[in-house]
């Protein structure tokens, strides 16, 4: 992710199950993996008014494929403001803030065992402490079903088998 592009969430509609699964491959498969600020805790973007738009495109329209204002809204750590904690009570950010702010923060799933951010923070130590995870083999798994996406990583030392079941719930 990044600051041109929706956040993971929002591209899957809003489905966290959907967002884990798209942390778990990027965390286990090859590459470096880049995290944009919100999406390891689930944060959708914002929703932001053409009187509120700062980028030239949403000016124009805040529905173009290019408006990344989006995208852009201030990370939400906690409920301590109507600002998330990105900065001071009284204080008029850059863009608005999300409304989910109050639902979805750093601070609420911070001591959350089953929360996206748990689960981001363990996939991370994980894939640190297992050099399979980053720079080890890789190989695919053939499965029958369309919907399921398998594979192992492994090195030496350990071996990972992932799958991805991307049917419907």
């Not at 998330?84 to 850059?94: I, L, M, R, S, Y």
């Not at 609420?108 to 981001?120: C, F, I, T």
Request: with cysteine; charged share 25%; net charge negative.
């Amino acid at each position: 992710g990044n600051h041109d592009n929706n956040r993971v969430r929002t591209r899957f509609g809003g489905d966290e199950y959907l967002a884990r699964s798209m942390h778990v491959l990027l965390l286990t498969l090859r590459g470096t993996p880049t995290i944009y600020n919100g999406d390891e805790f689930g944060m959708k973007d914002g929703q932001v008014t053409k009187a509120q738009a700062q980028d030239p495109n949403c000016k124009v329209s805040t529905s173009a494929w290019n408006c990344r204002d989006p995208e852009r809204t201030p990370l939400q750590w906690d409920t301590s403001n109507k600002n998330a904690g990105f900065t001071g009570d009284g204080v008029e950010p850059w863009l608005p803030v999300s409304d989910d702010y109050v639902r979805t923060n750093v601070a609420n799933e911070a001591g959350d065992p089953s929360s996206m951010l748990a689960m981001v923070r363990w996939g991370l130590k994980l894939r640190r402490e297992n050099k399979a995870l980053h720079n080890g083999g890789y190989e695919s798994i053939d499965v029958p079903s369309g919907n399921v996406f398998a594979y192992t990583r492994f090195d030496d030392a350990a071996q990972f088998v992932v799958v991805h079941n991307f049917d419907e719930a």
